[in-house]
């Protein structure tokens, strides 16, 4: 089935742990996107990319980083994981960067403790 | 600075109308989307908006009025699995999309 794979779906991380967020679509979309959703928040975009090989950030990038090797994977990476980034991590991909219509994965919930 | 309002919550009854609504104030804009949202999962899209005026598909209509800044998510008969949360989001100049809190929709038999 097409769409948008993450891994893991869940995760309990301690403080100052490197952790990466895995995602691979089979869309050949050429926009990918991460997002965090927090209760009472809308979602908000951390880092995006246009195509690959070009990365973007977002609204809250700090603590996170990306990369854009190929058109299929869009990797998240928390270098030091911290509290405050406890979420549920959202990726999703569209055809190109300027649509709005976006297709998201299922969802990855981190607890960072 | 940009921003997107919405309801928390509704409630409405199995088989009656809902009407959602959303104001936007964004730098620029290139659209309106609604998103569907049921718990625990991931949201998927519903409709887009440019233009004023009100686009129907099925049971599930979106309104836009771009002089005001607001747009409304309508749904007809509804039906229980419809109980979702509902987001709304604006496309600024930049393509970027700003997102609502969402609205969260509780359908009562």
């Known amino acids: 089935i097409a769409g948008i794979t993450q891994a893991p779906t869940s995760q309990i991380l301690a403080a100052g742990r490197r952790m990466t967020l895995r995602c691979t679509q089979d869309m050949r979309h050429n926009a990918m996107y991460w997002y965090r959703q927090d209760l009472g928040l809308g979602l908000r975009l951390i880092h995006y990319?246009?195509?690959?090989?070009?990365?973007g950030k977002g609204e809250v990038p700090d603590g996170y980083s990306v990369s854009r090797a190929n058109t299929d994977d869009f990797p998240l990476t928390l270098a030091s994981a911290v509290p405050s980034q406890t979420s549920v991590y959202f990726c999703a991909s569209s055809e190109r960067g300027d649509t709005g219509e976006l297709f998201f994965g299922e969802g990855s919930r981190l607890t960072v403790l | 600075g940009q921003n997107i309002d919405q309801p928390t919550e509704m409630t409405a009854t199995e088989g009656a109308i809902v009407q959602i609504n959303c104001t936007y104030q964004t730098s620029g804009f290139n659209g309106l989307f609604w998103y569907q949202q049921h718990a625990g999962e991931a949201p998927t899209f519903l409709s887009y908006?440019?233009l004023d005026g009100l686009e129907e598909k099925g049971r599930f209509s979106s309104f836009l009025s771009r002089s005001k800044g607001y747009s409304y998510l309508l749904l007809k008969e509804l039906q229980m699995k419809d109980s979702a949360s509902y987001l709304c989001a604006a496309q600024d100049s930049n393509y970027q999309l700003i997102w609502g809190a969402g609205t969260k929709l509780i359908i009562k038999p």
């Open positions: 908006n440019v």
């Open positions: 990319s246009n195509t690959a090989g070009t990365t």
